[in-house]
């Protein structure tokens, strides 16, 4: 078996596609599932999400819309974007388990409902079977472990999510889904033919100021 490490927030709508595109990975790969802040990685490489940008913003939410009836995948939007994710990445974090995630997406971006609802999240975690939902998402061991998974994110380079992480390398986003699986299909022959040559780019001038 291979081990994939999948890097998520349940804030991207990205991240919600690619968790309904889990079954394209080949039978031998076991899915690690790791919650992170979404804002933490983008603080740390001091840069924004799509939903900061109101031009960017725009887009997003047409090109997701478009993606989602593409592939066949429900979609409809939560209350309001960007919302606090952290109930969520939580509960996540007491799951620990691919196909309950998966349902903690579907919950944002299938039906459209959102963890602040009180209704909503008591029913939602009813249906997980997760007793005391709200004592056992602020214990703190429970709030640490997302941090940690933030902090191994960055540590492993990881800026954006969906991630996914297999022999140190790094896919990222839901178009990169084919790109892991063409990966995990031959690992050397795409080292030699796409990664080794692409790494080898020499840099050239940058932004005034982008390093600062």
């Keep these: 078996m291979t081990q994939v490490d999948w890097y998520f927030d349940v804030i991207s709508p990205f991240a919600y596609l690619a968790s309904q595109r889990l079954d ?16 933490g990685l983008l603080g740390h ?9 109101p031009p960017m913003r725009r887009f997003t939410f047409r090109h997701i819309a478009w993606l989602a009836r593409r592939d066949g995948i429900p979609l409809q939007y939560p209350p309001h974007h960007p919302f606090n994710p952290l109930r969520l990445l939580r509960l996540a974090v007491l799951l620990d388990d691919v196909a309950a995630i998966q349902r903690l997406f ?13 209704v909503a999240w008591a029913e939602l ?13 602020a214990a703190s061991e429970v ?3 997302v941090r940690s998974n933030t902090e191994l994110a960055i ?7 969906p991630t996914f992480v297999v022999d140190g390398e790094l896919f990222w986003g839901y178009d990169a889904i084919p ?24 840099e050239g001038q940058g932004r005034p100021g982008a390093r600062e």
């Design 155 to 161: 540590d492993r380079g990881v800026f954006g999510v």
């Design 125 to 137: 975690t009813g249906e997980l079977g997760i007793a005391d939902a709200d004592a056992r998402i």
């Design 143 to 145: 709030k640490q472990q």
């Design 24 to 39: 394209t990975l080949p039978a031998h790969v076991t899915l690690r599932p790791v919650p992170v802040l979404f804002a």
């Design 179 to 202: 790109f892991l699986v063409d990966y995990l299909d031959d690992a050397a022959a795409l080292r030699k033919e796409i990664l080794e040559p692409a790494d080898a780019l020499p």
């Design 45 to 53: 490489w001091h840069t924004k999400g799509p939903a900061e940008i």
């Design 106 to 118: 579907r919950f944002v971006w299938a039906e459209g409902r959102s963890a602040d609802d009180a």
